[in-house]
């Protein structure tokens, strides 16, 4: 999944993975400098009377398992094509004129956002009837039309002028934004909680090219060779490979993931600590510093 020579993403609580959306709800960044940081948080304690005893003081320590892991990138912002999907419920509008039980001809006050989604068709809901179409036509009054009555088992109802109407296809938007104002989407993002799945960056996604797969064999394309243009992209995360993973007790019960195998695969679940950015004047690009902490973030 690299876009334009971009191999490091921030994806946001409300992003799709379905076929063809897989950049639907995330930015790209450019970063040309990343650190990976592993601290073991692991408790120490200094056995009294040991360096007399022993010649040599000794510390007892206690691993449980316990790590903080971040990750700081810096880089640059660029001019890139921004998709956006959104929840249906958050296009409406009102019906035009009465309907009724029958007509397949839908009146609207304003159609705007009323989209179709990636089979070609579209659901509204009046009332508590839900219709498909598949046209939206601009006009006086803008309709829809080209669906259906009464679909997923709703009843077909006569409904009056003024009538709330909700979207229930997925919106999606995809728009060209340059690298300042993706340097702004980006802090008014960060400046959310894990609430606003249309504002919070919950993943963070860098992809690098992997030679040994799961079971320590060489990926199909792979050799033992430097060259690593052949090898297959996967996102950095902390999962191990099948034969290092004895003793995960998560594992054992089915819980888990496995070491990636595909692009496609999570990321890194967390949220971004900071982001900074630096406005070079007359540059069409946008400097920018970032630290994202690994973490099961409650919400």
Do not use: C, W
Not at 106 to 128: A, H, K, N, Q, Y
């Amino acid at each position: 999944m690299a876009f334009d020579n971009h191999f490091v993403f921030l994806s946001l609580g409300a992003r799709s993975e379905s076929a063809g959306q897989s950049l639907v709800n995330r930015i790209a960044l450019k970063a040309e400098s990343i650190s990976v940081t592993t601290n073991k948080v692991a408790p120490t304690f200094p056995i009294p009377g040991s360096g007399f005893i022993s010649g040599e003081s000794e510390v007892l320590g206690l691993d449980l398992g316990m790590a903080t892991k971040s990750i700081s990138l810096s880089g640059v912002l660029t001019s890139q094509n921004i998709f956006k999907s959104f929840d249906p419920q958050m296009v409406t509008t009102t019906l035009d004129s009465d309907i009724n039980n029958s007509t397949t001809t839908i009146p609207l006050t304003d159609s705007e956002g009323f989209v179709v989604d990636d089979t070609g068709s579209g659901l509204i809901r009046i009332g508590s009837e839900e219709i498909s179409f598949t046209t939206n036509n601009s006009g006086s009054p803008d309709t829809l039309t080209g669906g259906a009555r009464a679909r997923n088992s709703t009843a077909a109802a006569a409904h009056s002028s003024g009538t709330k109407v909700f979207l229930l296809s997925e919106k999606t938007v995809s728009k060209v934004m340059n690298a300042q104002e993706v340097a702004q989407l980006i802090h008014s993002f960060v400046d959310s909680s894990t609430f606003q799945k249309h504002q919070n960056f919950d993943e963070l996604h860098i992809l690098y090219p992997s030679k040994v797969n799961n079971k320590y064999d060489y990926r199909s394309g792979s050799t033992a060779v430097s060259d690593t243009s052949l090898d297959t992209l996967v996102p950095f995360n902390y999962k191990v490979r099948e034969y290092d993973d004895k003793g995960n007790l998560a594992k054992k019960i089915g819980l888990g993931s496995d070491f990636p195998s595909s692009s496609a695969d999570s990321g890194m679940s967390g949220l971004v600590k900071s982001f900074n950015t630096t406005f070079v004047g007359g540059s069409p690009f946008v400097e920018f510093t970032l630290e994202f902490e690994i973490a099961r973030v409650i919400g």
